[in-house]
């Protein structure tokens, strides 16, 4: 796990990809309706997905520092 440990450090390119996808989620999930309809849990569903994509780098980092 030490190897990965830097993969979402502030400023990395993984990291940028998560929140983007999270912005994309939650735009889907606005303005979309269509989109949202067809996603399992429809907007909620794509608002649930954008956080967890949002809070995963730091809760991987969180993880990393701890043990």
Do not use: H, K
Not at 27 to 36: D, G, I, K, R, Y
């Amino acid at each position: 796990m030490r190897l990965l440990a830097a993969i979402f450090q502030p400023g990395s390119e993984e990291r940028a990809l998560c929140e983007l996808a999270a912005v994309v989620c939650w735009v889907l999930a606005a303005f979309a309706s269509t989109v949202a309809g067809r996603f399992p849990g429809g907007a909620l569903g794509l608002i649930a997905l954008g956080l967890a994509l949002w809070f995963f780098p730091l809760m991987w980092n969180e993880v990393e520092t701890a043990f």
